[in-house]
């Protein structure tokens, strides 16, 4: 967890020490300035959380420091505790408030209040830092989806022009320069051609969209996509399905669970050099769990941690897709290979039906 700074500001160092000494067993970084220019450079080139600052100092006094901080946009929102050892009065406290402060620590302090007031602060800008985190890599995620959207349609594209255009246009002069006296081995070479053509066509709509999928369900579109990428790729790949007397899931919850295992898949087809790999559904009365595992080279551990700018489109979208049905998405390095698994909560609706 990254430390939050702490800014304390006061022009008698022993109290600096004194503030050092008790919010010490917070664990964070304590920053210390003793004039009102020092504070202010200190915030310019430092992100700090909480500023802790004596009213009475000269030069610029608390008051005036505070204005003067919440002057400028970065620090609008920037909590600051005032430390008073004289009595103020409603009207002080009220000029406080206005100039910036959120909060007031009297003189004599007592260690464990003045912890507990910077604690709190100090936990809302990690939060807040922690959110803005996650608002930013989701719209770079969103943006990315868009980017990756748009390439498919393209690639898509180019795979019917290219690829099954150039067998159309050789089957057409096939046929077209049929000859009576040949005639039976350019009809065979034809429809030979034509063959692969459907065929194509039909494993490009089947990987966009399984009719297993609505027809049969999960299960046997999965088997359907495993036997398929099998082959294609060269990675023995099994499937283990353990539900017993579970009725079927949500059409929504059945197509977001094969594109997290097509996309699980995928990843371990690009970059992980596996040359095995499962995949597990497992299903009892408060969840569904998928487990994707393989024998390659695994991933960092910044990534398993979910670090921002180290989860890709592929792993983004699928925790993305479970958190949208309530469920959580862990990625664990299993020496040789990685682990993916998605655990998500099955319907109260769906519970009601299990129930005997």
């Known amino acids: 967890m990254d430390k939050i700074n702490i800014l304390m500001v006061d022009d008698h160092p022993g109290k600096l020490l004194t503030y050092e000494t008790i919010l010490g067993e917070l664990g964070e970084n304590l920053l210390k300035a003793h004039s009102g220019g020092e504070a202010l450079q200190c915030l310019l080139n430092t992100d700090v ?37 004289v009595h103020m009065t409603d009207s002080d406290r009220l000029r406080g408030y206005e100039h910036g402060a959120v909060d007031y620590i009297s003189v004599p302090i007592v260690p464990a209040l003045l912890r507990a007031k910077v604690r709190v602060f100090a936990e809302l800008h990690r939060k807040t830092r922690e959110l803005e985190s996650l608002h930013s890599e989701m719209q770079k995620l969103s943006s990315r989806m868009i980017t990756m959207q748009d390439q498919e349609r393209r690639k898509i594209a180019r795979e019917l022009h290219d690829s099954l255009g150039q067998e159309l246009t ?152 479970a958190k949208e049905f309530g469920g959580q998405l862990r990625l664990q390095n299993t020496r040789p290979g990685t682990l993916v698994e998605i655990t998500i909560p099955v319907p109260p609706v769906e519970v009601e039906q299990m129930a005997p």
């Not at 909480?50 to 920037?78: A, C, T, W």
């Open 170 to 321: 050789a089957a057409k002069m096939t046929v077209d320069g049929i000859r009576a006296v040949e005639a039976q081995e350019q009809v065979a070479e034809a429809s030979g051609r034509i063959a692969r053509v459907l065929q194509q066509v039909r494993t490009i709509s089947h990987l966009l969209h399984p009719p297993l999928l609505e027809e049969l369900g999960l299960e046997s579109a999965l088997r359907w996509y495993l036997e398929g990428l099998t082959k294609r790729s060269g990675i023995e790949i099994s499937l283990d399905v353990q539900a017993p007397d579970s009725p079927r899931p949500a059409p929504e919850l059945e197509n977001a669970i094969y594109r997290i295992v097509q996309e699980a898949l995928t990843n371990v087809f690009r970059h992980s050099g596996a040359r095995k790999a499962s995949v597990t559904l497992l299903r009892d009365n408060r969840h569904i769990t998928v487990r994707v595992r393989d024998d390659g080279k695994g991933l960092t551990e910044r990534t398993v941690r979910f670090q921002p700018g180290s989860v890709g489109v592929g792993i983004g979208g699928m925790r993305q897709r």
């Open 49 to 85: 959380a909480v500023v802790l600052m004596d009213v009475s100092m000269p030069e610029l006094d608390g008051f005036q420091l505070s204005e003067l901080i919440h002057q400028h946009p970065r620090f609008q929102d920037l909590a600051i505790i005032f430390i008073s050892g």
